[in-house]
């Protein structure tokens, strides 16, 4: 037997965002457990805007679970959290409810900052840093300092020895700023995956002295960017069939459900997607081809394959919750009759 170390990982209930939480058992096993052997844990929701002091007791139901490559015998345990019955989904718990289909593929692209003394890092005590311009996949200790890569790279190992379907990583526009790519078949697995990346992101730097800044315009109304989080998506119908005149359908119901959309797009929007600096204003839907300036932006391979492949939602912000905007995304396209099919038919 083997004694594993299980690092219980959830939400919290504070909004309009919440914070991840983690936390420790030993338990034994002859080899790395299964997910059926991970059992049901509690917590003092009173301590994490969950419960009140008086009934304050919740459940974690594991949901996935890694291997923690930073920890000997170590377990990442993605948990949903239960009312006291185990059973009953707690009302921050909102992975519980969303809608998933395997064949709905998400890409998120996570923005955020390294903060530091309250300040992105490489920032100067006072002031700014040379203007953004070089800092945009920059190489070199004046755009990029000597931490922020060796971090980047770290994240990288570990979310792809954790089995976290990390696609890629860029040094973003502003001084201080990066981004990594989360790939995932389902709605639940691209989320998920983006949260353990998040947690895996934050655990890490502790050891930096530096925290993740997800807020989506923490430089306020500057021209310092912004940060966001693109959702690409693609349906099975989107990849093998699609056309233009779907295409243009789904447009449509983006276009009128701008205010569902932006309700879990993440907080502080308007402060972002002011219509500057590569953005669609936040209360007006547009799209278009290869427009980082659009709503919806269209990749020219979409175009050139008869509008079939994915597209890439824009607005979406760094500190949006993947499970809601993935959700949110999956409720707009099933207001879109499928053409051939029995509802079309009738
Ligand atoms: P950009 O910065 O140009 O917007 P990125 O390379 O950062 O693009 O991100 C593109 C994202 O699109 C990646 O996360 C990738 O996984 C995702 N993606 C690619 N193909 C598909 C697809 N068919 N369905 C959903 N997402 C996809
Ligand atoms: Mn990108
Ligand atoms: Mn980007
Ligand atoms: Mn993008």
């Known amino acids: ?194 949260w353990m990346a998040r947690y895996l992101m934050q655990r890490l730097c502790e050891g930096y002295e530096i925290d993740i800044e997800y807020h989506c315009k923490p430089l306020g109304d500057t021209d310092w960017n912004g940060s966001g989080m693109h959702c690409n998506f693609s349906t099975e119908f989107m990849r093998t069939v699609g056309g233009k005149d779907y295409f243009e359908k789904l447009m449509g119901a983006f276009g009128a459900a701008i205010e569902d959309h932006i309700a879990v797009y993440g907080p502080d929007n308007h402060m972002r997607l002011t219509g500057k600096h590569e953005t669609a204003p936040w209360n007006k839907f547009s799209y278009g081809v290869a427009d980082r300036g659009a709503s919806i932006r269209v990749p020219h391979s979409f175009v050139n394959n008869e509008y079939k492949g994915y597209l890439e939602d824009r607005r979406p912000n760094s500190q949006g919750d993947p499970y809601q905007i993935a959700s949110q995304v999956l409720k707009t396209i099933a207001s879109v009759e499928i053409p051939g099919s029995k509802a079309a038919a009738a």
């Not at 998120?108 to 002031?127: T, V």
């Open 1 to 194: 037997m083997t004694k594993y170390k299980l690092e219980y990982i959830w939400l919290d209930g504070y909004t309009p965002v919440p914070n991840l939480r983690g936390k420790t058992q030993i338990k034994e096993f002859s080899e790395f457990p299964t997910l059926e052997q991970l059992p049901l844990w509690g917590f003092d929701g009173s301590s994490t805007m969950q419960a009140e002091g008086s009934s304050s007791d919740c459940v974690l139901k594991p949901v996935r679970h890694f291997p923690d490559p930073a920890r000997s015998n170590g377990v990442l345990v993605l948990c949903e959290v239960m009312m006291p019955d185990g059973k009953t989904p707690h009302p921050s718990n909102k992975r519980a409810t969303i809608l998933d289909d395997d064949g709905a593929w998400f890409g998120f692209e996570q923005e955020y900052f390294f903060y530091q003394d309250g300040r992105p890092l490489g920032f100067p005590e006072a002031g700014y840093p040379a203007p953004q311009g070089p800092y945009y996949c920059g190489v070199g200790y004046k755009e990029v300092g000597s931490v922020a890569r060796k971090i980047v790279e770290e994240h990288l190992d570990l979310c792809l020895a954790a089995g976290i379907n990390h696609e890629g990583i860029n040094a973003e526009v502003a001084k201080g700023q990066w981004e990594f790519q989360i790939f995932g078949k389902g709605s639940k697995k691209a989320a998920d995956e983006m």
